[in-house]
């Protein structure tokens, strides 16, 4: 029994496991002979028994109890190998008890507390054996069935183990105290029985006070918790509406300031319109190509107010836009805004999207493509027409989409800066590196993601992945 325990607390479920069966065999056997009154050639199978009278009982064979309380211990650690703990906790526990009353009996010679049968005999070793084996198997499981509620860190839990643990290292003391009243002090039963029941309870009473003591500081150190939680969650609370109330402070102030300053930028605009048409009869064209830089540069810095502004709107996304919106009908919708450069730089568009429908937030879905699509547009090679290819596929959580081009491409060292914000690669082009970040920015607040492969000189595929219906929610 005990190397089947051991086997099986190292992991070596099978040996443990064939060992037991075993001994589980050995048992039903025996009791068997019990039952029917047989005789079969178990007795002395592992070795002969020349000390026992034959005609007293039957040599080499075990007490009725004793296999008993083997079977029961055999067949819980059987059943635990086969992963039924909570029947394997209660057939050990049962053959603990059996185990511990026979040492109990033993210790103070009480015959009766492991007597029923003709032979009734057991052997302090069995005993001892007995009870260390169902107490192995009890604690190795604790931490499964229905011992994990004893095995728990939570106080009621560490109540009950030492209430246990003094119930029964006590009892046998009082069961001897008892006794020795009864046989030595010659006191009446009575007296002893009362004598007992008080001694009992006045022992007792140390061990309550120091499992209350316990209990009481665990309560108090879980109020405590309770109340520093409490007080945490009412700073956490008044911080969040602080930071709330900064932030919108924030946007307000960012809008006021990007309201504030396309008016004048669209006044400076008309104004070097002005000046551009009436001093071009008197100026060289050297000097005319000033107005032309500072046209562009006006209107980098527009362009540079509109994306904050869009990017102040990234951040404010709201649950209750999202729609059932045609892909196919929302690319072609784009592909038609921005027919106009498509044509001034030749392009052929391809759309290879069937009957591909997706619950998204319209606005921010319209934004990702289009930004896309533009780029593929602006960042065109030079010596080629560009040619820009639209693909989906639909997905069982959500739909990939695929805006691949034959265009410049992107240096292999600047691929890591892609998605920054304010990211360029090709200085002779104008942009102000905010649409790649824009996009990543309203894919991951929808819970989607994006994806690029690209080859300088040979072109870029980005590959979007946009969750449906729940999923699209951040």
Not at 184 to 206: H, N, S
Not at 242 to 268: A, F, G, V
Not at 409 to 425: A, D, H
Not at 439 to 461: A, C, M, P, W
Request: hydrophobic fraction near 45%.
């Amino acid at each position: 029994m005990g190397i089947s325990i051991g086997l099986a607390i190292i992991r070596k479920q099978v040996f443990s496991g064939f060992l037991g069966a075993i001994l589980l065999i050995f048992c039903i056997f025996t009791l068997l002979q019990y039952l029917f009154g047989l005789n079969l050639p178990v007795d002395e199978l592992f070795m002969s028994d020349n000390l026992t009278d034959p005609h007293k009982e039957t040599p080499g064979r075990m007490s009725l109890y004793t296999t008993i309380s083997f079977l029961f211990t055999a067949l819980g650690l059987e059943l635990y190998l086969t992963k039924k703990y909570s029947i394997s906790q209660i057939l050990t526990s049962i053959g603990f008890v059996m185990a511990y009353l026979s040492l109990i009996g033993i210790l103070f010679n009480i015959s009766s507390l492991f007597s029923f049968g003709s032979y009734s005999a057991v052997a302090l070793p069995t005993a001892l054996g007995l009870t260390s084996a169902s107490i192995g198997i009890l604690f190795f499981t604790s931490d499964r069935g229905w011992l994990s509620e004893f095995a728990s860190k939570h106080s009621a839990a560490v109540t009950t183990r030492y209430l246990l643990l003094y119930f029964f290292l006590s009892l046998p003391l009082f069961i001897g105290f008892f006794l020795l009243m009864l046989s030595k002090a010659k006191f009446p039963a009575e007296f002893a029985t009362v004598l007992l029941i008080v001694g009992y309870a006045v022992l007792t009473l140390p061990f309550a006070i120091i499992l209350l003591r316990k209990l009481n500081r665990s309560d108090e150190m879980s109020w405590e918790l309770m109340r520093e939680l409490e007080q945490r969650s009412e700073e956490l609370f008044v911080n969040n509406n602080k930071l709330e109330m900064k932030n919108k402070q924030l946007d307000s102030l960012i809008h006021i300031i990007s309201h504030d300053l396309k008016t004048p930028i669209t006044s400076l605009q008309g104004s070097m319109s002005i000046m551009e048409k009436k001093l071009a009869p008197v100026m060289q064209t050297q000097d005319l190509q000033l107005f032309t830089i500072s046209k562009r540069s006006i209107k980098t810095l527009a362009e540079t107010i509109t994306n904050l502004g869009e990017i102040i709107r990234t951040k404010q996304l709201e649950e209750n836009k999202i729609e059932n919106i045609d892909l196919c009908g929302l690319v072609n919708k784009i592909i038609s805004q921005l027919d106009a450069t498509i044509k001034n730089t030749n392009a052929v568009v391809t759309v290879d999207i069937d009957d591909c429908y997706i619950f998204y937030e319209q606005i921010h879905l319209h934004s990702i493509i289009q930004n896309l699509v533009t780029n593929a547009l602006k960042y065109h090679h030079p010596g080629r027409a560009p040619l820009i290819e639209i693909s989906s596929q639909k997905l069982i959580n959500g739909v990939r989409l695929d805006v691949k081009d034959n265009g410049l491409g992107i240096p292999e060292n600047q691929k890591k800066n892609l998605f920054n914000k304010y990211s360029r690669f090709h200085e002779h082009i104008e942009g102000t590196g905010v649409g790649l970040y824009l996009v990543r920015q309203l894919l991951g607040g929808h819970g989607g993601s994006i994806d690029v492969v690209s080859e300088e000189d040979k072109g870029t595929t980005f590959t979007i992945f946009l969750p449906s219906g729940n999923n699209a929610v951040n």
